[in-house]
């Protein structure tokens, strides 16, 4: 009867571990930092900070988002950059979404991109409405010059292929949406940043000579095999190449960010939620 007893015992602290383990990958926040270093970046934007938040898909951290705003404003960044999924389809609450994004805007200008789940939840008209009146700088495939002192940087922002549900594939759509987009930049001299939710097609990102890319969508690879790398990610599969960190091909630099909340699949293992900051630094030339 004791043995029966302990063996209950242990289970019982076992299960009540690993739940504090599943709660603390999927709620206790870490900070990345990565510095982009180029020619390109003038004097004024040196030490320039970027916090990029994507995929946070409804979620709440602590009373009123403070959890994640306490983390970000600890930053002190000059610049916010959301690349998509801010909401979820499948559990739609804007609440918590909105309400994120009203008290960023009070930290630093916060520029936007739609992912996947805005287009899928059929709901992203109203919300873009409540977005801009939020002070939200809301991107449909648009480029936007930042200035600072006698210096400038210059911000693109494309739309997920999601919200088109023509018969085209998805790396067209956003190879129209680039090209578009860029017609819109005859500068080659300064930094071309881009923000876009898809980071599997950081070649064609390449081939529009873009310095540096945001993105997200991937989720980390919800679970991450210590030394290896992410499981699994939407549009790239098993074991797939970008789920986190940072990643150059030629002169374009892409940083995927692993994202704050789940979507299908509800946890996260070796794989906590991520603010990513990107402190611009100018090289010597």
């Known amino acids: 009867m004791k043995k029966v007893n302990k063996r209950l015992l242990y289970s019982l602290l076992g299960l009540i571990l690993l739940g504090f383990y599943f709660y603390f990958q999927n709620n206790s926040i870490v900070t990345t930092e990565y510095d982009f270093s180029s020619n390109k970046i003038p004097e004024d934007f040196n030490g320039y900070k970027i916090v990029q938040l994507s995929d946070l898909h409804s979620k709440s951290f602590g009373d009123q988002q403070n959890g994640l705003i306490k983390k970000v404003d600890k930053v002190k960044p000059n610049l916010i950059v959301f690349t998509g999924d801010l909401v979820d389809s499948k559990k739609y609450n804007e609440r918590n979404s909105l309400l994120l994004m009203e008290k960023l805007v009070q930290i630093a200008p916060v520029y936007?991109?739609?992912g996947n789940h805005e287009w899928w939840s059929g709901k992203f008209n109203v919300l873009e409405g409540k977005l801009k009146n939020a002070g939200v700088h809301v991107m449909r495939n648009t480029a936007v010059e930042l200035n600072k002192d006698?210096?400038?940087?210059?911000l693109l922002g494309i739309d997920d292929p999601s919200k088109t549900i023509e018969s085209f594939t998805e790396q067209s759509?956003?190879?129209?949406?680039?090209?578009?987009?860029s017609k819109e930049i005859e500068d080659n001299k300064n930094v071309k940043i881009l923000l876009s939710h898809r980071p599997e097609l950081l070649s064609l990102y390449s081939n529009f000579k873009v310095d540096l890319v945001f993105s997200g969508h991937a989720h980390g690879g919800q679970f991450r095999i210590p030394f290896v790398g992410g499981l699994v990610a939407p549009d790239q599969g098993l074991f797939p190449k970008y789920t986190s960190g940072k990643h150059v091909l030629e002169n374009t630099t892409m940083i995927v960010n692993r994202g704050l909340g789940n979507s299908i699949i509800p946890i996260r293992i070796f794989n906590r939620p991520e603010i990513v900051v990107v402190t611009l630094k100018r090289a010597n030339t």
């Open 173 to 181: 759509i956003i190879e129209e949406e680039l090209r578009n987009t």
């Open 150 to 154: 006698n210096g400038k940087i210059h």
């Open 112 to 114: 936007y991109v739609t």
